[in-house]
């Protein structure tokens, strides 16, 4: 009876092998993993340089009289005269078009203000998160003269670029004014060119 007993058990253990079954536990499989993210776009630093202008922003400088200007820089395009660098378009106090930015080649940056009888060109670098200091220059578009550089100072007065600025002093006496020039091969002049020509591409 005991050997019967242990045949009808081989037999049944025999019997669910051959049907796929198992006494032990299931083979594992490990869950393929995902790998790590690569790539991504970063921010060039001639980018983030130019990025810093964001906002309203109020110009002052003294001729004979003390003269501010008020702009509004707001569009980031990418420069089609200097690869890698960028602009901010934006307004002056009357709507029209300004251009500022980082230029990489000088390292400093430059607002380009046009005009009908003169254009206001500006270069300068940071002092503070809000503030800069630099040169404000006159082009006398009858002669193509450049002025001398008068000390600027600005301040940004609002990270939007639709808040109201301070009135802005009549241009006329500021054209009386300017005294003296800048050397046509400078490096002021040679950049306000460069800027002249990419607005002209707007």
């Known amino acids: 009876m005991k050997y019967q007993y242990l045949v009808i058990t081989l037999a049944a253990a025999t019997l669910i092998t051959s049907c796929g079954g198992t006494t032990g536990p299931a083979p594992s499989h490990p869950t393929p993993s995902t790998p790590p993210a690569t790539g991504g776009g970063t921010t060039s630093f001639n980018q983030q340089q130019t990025e810093r202008l964001y906002g309203s922003w109020n110009f002052t400088f003294t001729i004979i009289n003390t003269f501010s200007e ?21 307004t002056d106090q009357y709507n029209n078009l300004v251009l500022a930015g980082y230029d990489s080649k000088y390292k400093e940056f430059s607002l380009y203000d046009p005009g009908v009888t ?4 500006y270069t300068f670098d940071f002092t503070g998160t809000n503030t800069v200091r630099g040169c404000y220059y006159q082009v006398d578009l009858s002669t193509n003269e450049m002025s001398r550089c008068y000390p600027m100072t600005g301040n940004r007065y609002s990270m939007s670029a639709s808040a109201l600025g ?3 002093t009549p241009s ?19 950049r306000y060119l460069e800027v002249k020509a990419l607005a002209s591409q707007q």
């Open 166 to 168: 301070p009135t802005r």
């Open 172 to 190: 006329a006496l500021r054209e009386q004014e300017a005294q003296g020039h800048t050397p046509k091969d400078s490096a002021a002049y040679r």
């Open 118 to 121: 003169i254009d206001l060109f």
């Open 70 to 90: 008020t702009y509004k820089l707001k569009t980031l395009n990418a420069s089609t005269a200097t690869p890698g660098d960028y602009y901010l378009a934006g």
